[in-house]
């Protein structure tokens, strides 16, 4: 499975079975987890067979997840475009999980977080968790926004590579699918894209940016 047919197919899960999920895909997630947070300067965390966040939170019962017992904690140094990275990388292993067959979900609000379990340093925040594990169904599609609601050109002919790259972005996880974001196409194959506001929106920015990148490839375009 490529990037294009993970985003295609990736559908966010809550509900999930007790099947373990296997010693080497851990250890492939774990090391992931390394080089993003070397890239990132990220403090991206892995947590395992811990059933708390998700089990007696009453926020989780409300967000109707069930069976979690894996998954990412989001943490990083506080800065401005703290949640924007954090987007961008945790999307990055949601497609790598889904690659191996695994689910996720990005969860914002519905969970308790579990100090002893993680490690936040002082000047770090823990930004949101990824659910992980196998789902008890793939999950389903939402409505989408059409492309002319979320992008624009200041060119004359849009090229095809634009266009895929806003078709993967319109794939794209959102908070509450509020898709509040927007592509610009300007000369010399520069683009940008601004965060409207809304809960997370921010997140949202680095999640769909990086969906844009496999749709649009990097090397037709920089960002502005």
């Given at each position: 499975?490529?990037?294009i047919?993970?985003?295609?197919?990736?559908?966010?899960?809550?509900h999930?079975?007790?099947k373990?999920?296997?010693?080497?895909?851990?250890?492939?997630?774990r090391?992931?987890?390394?080089?993003?947070?070397?890239q990132?300067?990220l403090?991206?965390?892995?947590?395992?067979?811990?059933?708390?966040?998700?089990?007696?939170?009453?926020?989780?019962?409300?967000?109707?997840?069930?069976?979690?017992?894996?998954?990412?904690?989001?943490?990083?140094p506080?800065?401005?475009?703290?949640?924007?990275?954090?987007?961008?990388?945790g999307?990055?292993?949601?497609?790598?999980?889904?690659?191996?067959?695994?689910n996720?979900?990005?969860?914002?609000?519905?969970y308790?977080?579990?100090?002893s379990?993680?490690?936040i340093?002082?000047?770090?925040?823990?930004?949101?968790?990824?659910?992980?594990?196998?789902?008890?169904?793939?999950?389903?599609?939402?409505?989408?926004?059409?492309?002319?609601?979320?992008?624009t050109?200041?060119?004359?002919?849009?090229?095809?590579?634009?266009?895929?790259?806003?078709?993967?972005?319109?794939?794209?996880?959102?908070?509450?699918?509020?898709?509040?974001f927007?592509?610009?196409?300007?000369?010399?194959?520069?683009?940008?894209?601004?965060?409207?506001?809304?809960p997370?929106?921010k997140?949202?920015?680095?999640?769909?940016?990086?969906h844009?990148e496999?749709?649009?490839?990097?090397?037709?375009?920089?960002?502005l």
């Amino acid at each position: 499975m490529d990037l294009i047919e993970a985003l295609a197919t990736r559908h966010s899960v809550r509900h999930y079975t007790d099947k373990a999920i296997e010693t080497e895909k851990i250890k492939h997630l774990r090391q992931l987890v390394e080089e993003y947070n070397a890239q990132s300067e990220l403090h991206i965390q892995l947590i395992t067979n811990e059933p708390r966040s998700f089990g007696e939170s009453l926020l989780a019962r409300y967000g109707k997840f069930s069976g979690v017992t894996c998954y990412f904690a989001m943490i990083g140094p506080k800065s401005d475009s703290l949640d924007e990275t954090v987007g961008y990388y945790g999307e990055k292993l949601v497609l790598e999980a889904q690659r191996m067959g695994l689910n996720t979900c990005w969860v914002g609000l519905s969970y308790k977080k579990i100090s002893s379990v993680m490690s936040i340093n002082d000047g770090e925040k823990l930004v949101c968790l990824i659910s992980l594990g196998y789902g008890a169904t793939q999950g389903v599609d939402h409505k989408r926004k059409k492309p002319n609601k979320v992008s624009t050109t200041d060119v004359r002919t849009t090229p095809q590579w634009y266009k895929q790259g806003v078709a993967c972005a319109l794939l794209a996880p959102t908070a509450i699918n509020q898709q509040k974001f927007k592509f610009t196409l300007h000369e010399g194959n520069r683009v940008s894209v601004k965060a409207g506001f809304g809960p997370y929106s921010k997140v949202d920015l680095g999640i769909v940016k990086y969906h844009f990148e496999i749709g649009a490839g990097t090397e037709n375009f920089e960002w502005l």
